[in-house]
């Protein structure tokens, strides 16, 4: 496939689109789900050609590897999007003005949305899934790392797609390296809007060098504040299930943040930790309260790159702060504005923290791991938004749609 003839195509499949209702796009993801279960095999033998590829120790091993027990939950996902309402066409306002104009602000799909993403099999079916129920055409970058995943992936929906009478352009997978991600990020004209799944780095990237419209997402620098009137319990089990339910995505716990008045607490806070064996990275105060309380060999003194860092693995680093006006400075200082929690009792520290604190999300007494667009009830996500413009947190249909005016009248010129 030429260069132009990936735009062109792409850009046709996305017009093709208009014509589909939701009745047929539901119909077609919940097929989709069903061949995604069954050609399971298919998907895993090539994602074990990624896999083997990949030294297991890398973070990235995680969101790399699929299983049935992953490809069930995506389909599961699938169907739970075609049960979802149609973000197309809503009616935002209407008015009529005194010359007798009808005016209608109404919901519209971006129309072709690229996704740049690293070694995330899963978000081909997501991105998909949430472009397709929202009427728009995807074009998918993938990294290098999950290529072989992809393409298999890829297929199943381009066969689904095919078999329903539609053009299989609606989801296009560009060719492994950064040359298709330049040509991406300049297709003026074609791509409607960017929105890069990965890292730090490739966030920046993208941001930096795209001619096109981006949305950032994904670098979470997660804090929890354990305050005061923190309950213990509560403590434990949401440091232990931020840290380590799925340490490789982006709502897991970086940094605990914890007052000084409670030092005494922190070995019970963390324990459960050592059984993941979860490095910790503490500073003075907290190292002091660890030491011999927690596994020597678990245990390191922090340094200043201990804090602001995305870890993505099991480690984690602990900041001692006098009160919670330090544990807001701290957050305000190195926080990706992302997702952060506050362990409190106290309504008024409570209050103080949610208006504070910048981020997409901010919790009380609750894991970060629930920044999901699934767990916020939204269906699959494509991506948690940390940016404030157009949207913020959990991204799904609605925010995968534009507006336009539309105007009717009886022939009103002006004067």
Not at 26 to 55: C, F, G, H, P, R
Not at 367 to 383: K, P, R, V, W, Y
Request: contains cysteine.
């Amino acid at each position: 496939m030429t260069t132009q003839n990936w735009k062109q195509d792409v850009l046709a499949a996305s017009r093709s689109l208009n014509m589909v209702d939701d009745t047929q796009i539901n119909s077609i993801l919940l097929q989709l789900a069903d061949e995604a279960i069954a050609k399971t095999d298919e998907i895993l033998a090539a994602n074990v050609i990624d896999l083997a590829a990949m030294d297991k120790s890398n973070p990235m091993y995680d969101r790399l590897l699929l299983s049935p027990e992953r490809i069930s939950g995506i389909a599961a996902d699938i169907r739970n999007v075609a049960t979802l309402p149609s973000p197309v066409g809503k009616v935002f306002m209407e008015t009529v003005r005194p010359n007798g104009m009808r005016i209608s602000k109404v919901t519209v799909p971006f129309g072709v949305v690229g996704i740049i993403y690293e070694a995330r099999p899963n978000v081909s079916f997501d991105v998909f899934s949430l472009c397709l129920k929202s009427g728009n055409a995807c074009v998918l970058k993938g990294g290098t790392d999950a290529h072989n995943s992809n393409s298999a992936i890829v297929e199943v929906i381009q066969n689904v797609l095919v078999k329903n009478g539609l053009d299989k352009n609606i989801v296009t997978l560009l060719p492994a390296g950064r040359e298709a991600t330049v040509e991406l990020m300049n297709a003026v004209g074609y791509v409607d809007v960017i929105i890069p799944r990965g890292g730090k780095g490739l966030i920046e990237f993208v941001r930096d060098n795209s001619r096109i419209p981006v949305i950032e997402t994904g670098a979470g620098i997660c804090h929890t504040y354990f305050e005061k009137s923190g309950d213990i319990e509560k403590g434990r089990n949401i440091i232990f299930n931020s840290k380590t339910r799925r340490p490789s995505v982006c709502n897991t716990l970086d940094c605990l943040v914890i007052d000084e008045h409670r030092l005494v607490d922190l070995p019970e806070l963390c324990e459960k930790l050592a059984t993941k064996n979860v490095m910790i990275y503490a500073d003075e105060k907290a190292y002091a309260a660890l030491s011999g309380k927690y596994p020597a060999d678990l245990l390191l003194p922090a340094i200043a790159e201990s804090f602001g860092t995305e870890f993505l693995d099991y480690k984690m680093a602990i900041k001692t702060v006098s009160g919670i006006n330090e544990a807001i400075d701290h957050i305000a200082e190195y926080s990706s504005k992302h997702s952060e929690c506050i362990v409190s009792e106290d309504e008024s520290k409570i209050k103080l923290f949610d208006k504070m604190v910048d981020a997409a999300c901010v919790y009380t007494n609750v894991s970060t791991a629930f920044t999901d667009g699934a767990q916020f009830g939204l269906g699959a996500e494509i991506g948690i938004s940390t940016q404030k413009l157009h949207a913020r947190g959990p991204m799904a249909l609605e925010e995968l749609c534009s507006y336009k005016w539309i105007i009717k009248g009886e022939g009103q010129i002006r004067s």
